[in-house]
């Protein structure tokens, strides 16, 4: 009985991903992914992926260390907050973004005057990227730091070292391996964006036009084409999970507590 | 506790079994499920608000429907899409029932400065357009080479998926331009400006509708087109901006 439901459970989980790539033969799926239509969306998910991990990793890495260091009623609250995108549904992503950002919006005419104009820009889709991924980052991040051991940023202080010391030179390489984690899961939610990034920067061919926008144009104009980009989806997000589980177990290692050899005791 | 879970187990197969009888006999009064393009949304929820209705894009309803969506009606803003699937058997012979026509809409604050077609070549404008599948996307590549604005292409900053989402583009002011049916103008009239597209240059717009051929409630969906295409529904497809069916053949 038992067996039967995880059977089920697993057949129900794997069959859609199997699929991708068994249901037309493996040299049109290659062939597919030469056109224009492919190449161009993995350069464009590339190009504002890649501008948005380096935001979310130059904020975010001081960020939580700040918000893992404050008191826990204070840190609570903060990872509330930080924690909202990761449940808004994609789509009040996009509609938020444009209620902020759009021309019309809160920031719309200082951004006007300002002459910057992200509307239907690789910017915009930067921005809806970095919303929807950041969170992860973010709380993955949080943990990372308070993993650490606390007697060691401890002894560092009464070494002498300032905070900044303590951050980059002790923080950061112990809790390398979760922020390591965290910035895959960033990365993943963020390749596969759709919601927010059609709203807020429409979808062009070269442009905006994402991986996931991609899919969803050629669906009905050549399902060859759609099936070829889901493939390629899938083996990037396979990548992503395994080096987040390979991270994790290595994790282990730097932030168990290390227990200090015992002194005997002296009046020292 | 056996007795109990035995009881359930009843109840719920009962159930199963009710349910599935009564979904394969059609019933006169079930709402049928129609699938129709997004510029009907409003005349045709208010025609008949008794049915089911899908709106979207006339081309991604025709995949759907090509991979087995469970519509009694096809309603599409271009005959290719339900001419293919009749083609392919999915639904029955499709009959034309109404036209429409193209327009420009600009937000109500015109950023760009657009008072008429022509400005979209002389002036520097972020132009939103549908993608060359959806019907509007196609229609509006016509009316740019009547009027020889073909260049004007170009300009185009996003290649939306149906004509709502143009609309929507252009009423919160991301866009400065797009291309729309009159009847979508209407329904934002207050947050945009319609431009005209002259009546020399708007394409051959053709609305057609069809049963489609896996539906279990065929009379029914027949009936609904019947009282679209009868005075009924011409009214009030004319009194939201439509065109009656035109008289020449296709």
Known sequence: MLVVATGAALLFLVLPVVAIFARVPPDELLAALGTDAAKDALLVTAETNLISMILILLFGTPAAYWIATRTSRLRDAVVTLVELPLVLPPAVAGIGLLAAFGRLGLLGGTMDTLGIDIAFTQVAVILAVTFVASPFYLRTAVAAYEGIDPTLPAAARTLGAGPGRVFARIAIPLAGAGLGAGAALAFARGIGEFGATIMFAGSLQGTTQTLSLAIYEQFDLSFVVALAISAVLVAISGTVLLSVKLLTRWRSGSTTPIPFAPTTPTSG | M????????????????????????????????????????DVFRSFDSAQNYSFGASNALETQIRNGAPADVYASAAPLNTQRLHRAGLVEKPVTFTANRLALIVPRSNPAGIRSIYDLRSKPVKLVVAGPAVPVGGYTLTVLRKMGLSSVLSKVVSRESDVRAVTGKIALGQGDAGFVYVTDARAVSDQVTVVRVPAWAQPRVRYEIAVVSRSSNKAAAQAFITSVLSARGQTALKNAGFLAIPKAPA
Do not use: K, M
Request: aromatic share 2%.
């Open chain 2, 2 to 41: 056996n007795t109990r879970l035995a009881t359930l187990a009843v109840a719920l197969l009962a159930g199963v079994c009710v349910a599935a009888v009564a979904s394969a006999r059609p019933q006169a009064n079930a709402p049928l499920t129609i699938y129709a393009a997004a510029s009907l949304t």
